[in-house]
């Protein structure tokens, strides 16, 4: 018997897993049918009261399962009032490793449109190097950007310096500042304050990357003149295709793993 997705919200991330759970071989219907649904799609992240999320997960049968990306404790307890399941697909590190690839050429799209330079031969100093900040130092070079790597840890440093970047330590972050006026952020803490800000050269861009609240003091790059864009859900404003793929090949690699896969 064919299984139901009821898919809540219709932005293009939302309308393009609907296709991909379509293809897969799912009945799909709109927020109306959650009553007469195996499964739940929540967009991320959730606004628990302007989707109104609680009369949806009400309208739910006991048996459904929910599944939502950066859940949020109101849309947890929603879920909990309503006596549903609610799975966090964002917290699959596969769906992290992949969404890292439209977040960097997100970043390289504002680069480009932002500064009045090539990324060819430009220096440009990213912070950090988790997913993201490989993911985005590798398409810079790609490109012939002079990439230097400012990282926390040896290990990072060195698989930086491998992949053919220059690698500094985080503590120099100051002395380096000086050199770049292009900075991508990938850090999920403070380390552009007032003080690092103020090492920039004149007409610099930061570009952050990093969730909330970002790793870049805004009030102060306003203040000292300096461009920064806290560049949020790239992702899904630069590539609302592939993104909404990514979630369901994830939400499908969920339910292949408890065994729901037909």
Request: hydrophobic fraction near 45%; charged fraction near 20%.
């Amino acid at each position: 018997m064919q299984k139901t997705f009821c898919i809540v919200g219709t932005d293009p991330r939302q309308r393009a897993a609907a296709r991909a759970l379509q293809r897969a071989g799912y009945h799909v219907t709109g927020a109306e049918g959650a009553g007469n649904a195996d499964y739940i799609l929540l967009p991320m992240p959730l606004d628990a009261g302007k989707a109104d999320l609680a009369r949806i997960l009400r309208a739910a049968r006991p048996d459904t399962l929910a599944l939502g990306g950066k859940v949020s404790a109101p849309v947890r307890a929603a879920a909990d009032a309503a006596g549903i399941e609610l799975v966090d697909y964002f917290a699959r590190p596969e769906l992290a490793s992949l969404n890292a690839v439209p977040t960097a050429e997100g970043c390289l799209c504002l680069l480009m449109q932002l500064r009045d330079r090539t990324i060819w031969q430009s220096p440009i100093l990213v912070l950090g190097y988790g997913r993201v900040g490989r993911a985005v130092a590798r398409r810079l070079q790609v490109l012939g950007a002079v990439v230097t790597v400012a990282a926390r840890s040896p290990e990072q440093r060195a698989g930086a310096r491998c992949a053919g970047c220059r690698a500094a330590d985080l503590t120099q972050l100051r002395r380096l500042l000086p050199g770049f006026d292009a900075v991508v952020n990938t850090i999920p803490a403070s380390v552009l304050g007032r003080e690092e800000l103020s090492c920039l050269p004149q007409g610099a861009l930061v570009i952050d990357l990093a969730s909330m609240p970002g790793g870049t003091d805004f009030a102060a790059a306003k203040a000292l003149g300096v461009r920064a864009e806290h560049a949020l859900s790239l992702p899904a404003r630069c590539a609302p295709q592939t993104a909404g793929e990514l979630v369901a090949d994830t939400v499908l690699n969920i339910l292949e793993e408890r065994g729901e896969r037909e």
